[in-house]
């Protein structure tokens, strides 16, 4: 695993330290919070990331009165350790371990938040998002021949790998990967969705904004309809639950996380959430009215265009999305004035790619050679993520 050096890490603190806000770092304000969230690649032993990582890691969350973190390990300590980098200011909230049961191997991995204690307020509502036996049961007898069919297809999938591992065995060759199930409908999330309860604290007798706020990390794979799936189950949970205002603990939700949508049009990828939204509103709500929801990083916005998440630069995984009718709320008009006043809305990317890129090389990562790209990407991808943190400004009510 290769690491940056100290020169190199030197030169990376340098440029943090001078100029982060050129690269998309959102700047603290006083009337105003700044909310995220960043898929900390496995986010686990305090070893297994250097002294300078974790203090970058530190300087990156201390912006953030809010930030949903994915794929924190089993082993607590790292985020424990950013905790404590970050001092008594902040607090904590981490899921328990969710994509494989305890002690098998899998895609074990926790949801946490760190928040600002100065700016918001946990309260008291913690839940993972899941579809109750009798729904998931009911999905699979209405769709009982079409998962047949998977069954029997991979019941033939698993008699040719054993196959091949039997032949690779005896030829001293390396086994191949075991086939994963492919499954012809959503059936659960890979890994359940945490949901925790904030406010953000008003100035004077004003009133609160109050949020549950889910924490996702969604599937990835090779099977993009399998992504769009899940991704649609959450929507649909989280649009349904959002109409029955009275009921709910918060009166608006915020979902933060790496959704690992793959799209290669944001604009139509939009219009797409908007259909479907419009499509539930009449098959499922039975309302005139239909449910909205602000995906901001789906939206260019106004100065710096299209965002991508990922530190490649090709995908925009990592995702925010409003479910309010709170005025105080950005709608999706609102997009398209994003960044026009110091402490209202605004929202943005990170680009961490960028910043290394122009600290060691004077130019940013598609202005490079391709070796020096590679390098980049090789060193960052383990000591800081193969994600970027994706933000959001909301003035402090008033």
Known sequence: MAHFSNQEWQKISTLFSQSAETFGFPQRRQNSVVIGTFNIRKLGK????????????????????????????DDLSGLENLLSLLGDN??????????????????????????NWQKIERTALASDITFDRSEITQNLYTNRTAFGKAWTMHTQKLKTWQEKVISNKAQGKKSPSKPPIELPKFVSFIRQPHCVSFRIKGRGNTDPLEFLVVNAHLLY?????????????????????????????????LLLGDCNLDFDNVSAMQQDIDDF???????????????????????????????????RQKQTYDQIGFFSNDPRLPKPEDNITAGSTSNGYDYGVFNIANL?????????????????????????????SDHMPVWVRIGVPQ
Do not use: C
């Not at 991704?231 to 989280?238: G, I, K, M, N, S």
């Not at 004077?362 to 000591?383: C, S, V």
């Open 46 to 73: 305090i070893e297994k990331r250097t002294p300078q990582s974790w203090e970058l890691l530190k300087n990156i969350i201390a912006r953030f009165d809010l930030i949903a973190i994915q794929e924190i390990m």
């Open 90 to 115: 902040y607090g904590m909230v981490v899921s328990d371990v969710t994509g494989a049961k305890p002690g098998a191997r899998g895609n074990a991995e926790r949801l946490g938040f760190l928040f």
């Open 277 to 311: 939204l419009k499509g539930l509103n009449k098959t499922v709500l039975k309302s005139k009215k239909a449910a909205e929801a602000n995906f901001p990083i789906l939206t260019a916005h106004p100065q710096h265009g299209v965002l991508k998440t990922a530190l």
């Open 356 to 384: 290394v890129a122009n600290a060691l090389h004077g130019n940013n990562i598609d202005q490079i050679t391709t070796a020096q790209r590679k390098a980049i990407y090789k060193k960052a991808e383990f000591d800081i």
């Open 221 to 253: 794979g090779k099977n993009k309809q399998e992504r769009e799936w899940e991704f649609r189950a959450l929507l649909e949970w989280l649009t349904i639950r959002a109409k029955y205002i009275d009921k709910l603990y918060h009166p608006n939700i």
